[in-house]
């Protein structure tokens, strides 16, 4: 079964079932994130998945060149068992290395496993700056012993489970440099026979879905500084659903619906499988720009 959007029409987009129960056991303990980078010449894809179990929080890490090989794998083992700061050095399959660092020992955390603020993580090749994430970054140069620029990585998706009874928050950046924005999406499915969706942006209404029990799958552009950004929803679990499930919200930075399907296979867009090995070329990224999905789980 197929995780992620696999057709991108005008009116409807297929999303698969995400409505297990062990599904929404786990799911709020993982978050993953995607960044393009160049490493060594050729474009590569990194995966962050971030994790929170009972041992403790823990890191995986993966890279993938632009054909879909796996570069390397880097497994971070809960923090309970291990220190909270440190190094790797991985080999690459073409005999090169990159070193990992990591500082999370002062991190603070929210509800959701990635870290908000006082840490680093780095990935270096050949003394360069590869990846940087976290606002310790003047301790993550000192420590890495790097020249002092930016890396050259794009956050190009995202895929983020939350949890509320009719409200749902996250924030989002759909920009590089671009502002980070807060989200928020509403449906009261349980006091209302006639349940409406509405997504507000820094409060602002933006979007509002009703009749949802006829516009349960459906997409709609909004913009969001001054960029057009395409919301694509499935809330048939929230409708429909005999057990309690998840509805997928997915949001697209950059093309509309119509230019997607103009110009990438089918195929390809429903591909984002988020493994270690994702099938996008380069290309595709370039134009893609970046893309979040929601999973939103309802507590009644």
């Known amino acids: 079964m197929r995780d992620f959007p696999s057709c991108f029409g005008e009116n409807a987009v297929q999303i698969a079932d995400s409505s297990s129960s062990n599904g929404s056991k786990t799911a709020q303990n993982v978050i ?29 890490v993966g890279i993938d060149d632009s054909s879909n090989r796996s570069l390397c794998k880097v497994e971070i083992k809960p923090w309970l068992f291990s220190k909270k700061k440190g190094y790797k050095s991985i080999e690459l399959d073409d005999s090169s290395s990159i070193d990992v660092y990591w500082d999370l020992s002062g991190a603070k955390f929210g509800s959701a496993p990635e870290p908000l603020e006082g840490f680093y993580f780095a990935i270096i090749s050949n003394k360069q700056m590869v990846l940087l994430l976290g606002d310790l970054r003047k301790e993550a140069i000192k420590k890495t012993n790097t020249i002092p620029a930016l890396s050259n990585a794009t956050f190009v998706a995202k895929k983020e489970h939350v949890f509320g009874k009719r409200a749902f928050y996250t924030k989002a950046q759909f920009c590089d440099g671009g502002q980070i924005h807060d989200l928020m999406i509403e449906c009261d499915t349980v006091n209302t026979n006639d349940p409406c969706l509405i997504l507000r942006v ?62 990438q296979p089918v195929a390809d867009l429903g591909a984002l499988n988020w493994s270690h090995s994702q099938r996008f070329r380069d290309p595709q990224l370039h134009h893609l720009g970046f893309s979040l999905f929601l999973y939103a789980w309802k507590q009644e």
């Open 32 to 60: 993953t994130c995607v960044y393009q980078c160049r490493l060594r010449g050729r474009s590569c894809l990194i995966t962050l998945i971030w994790s929170k179990h009972l041992m403790g929080q823990g890191l995986s």
């Open 202 to 263: 820094d409060t602002k209404n933006v979007m509002q879905v009703k009749r949802l029990r006829w516009k349960f799958r459906g997409n709609h552009t909004i913009l969001v500084d001054g960029l057009p950004v395409d919301v694509y929803w499935d809330v048939y679990n929230w409708i429909f659903g005999m057990n309690p499930g998840s509805a997928v919200i997915m949001f697209k930075a950059s093309l509309s619906a119509e230019k997607l399907w103009t110009t």
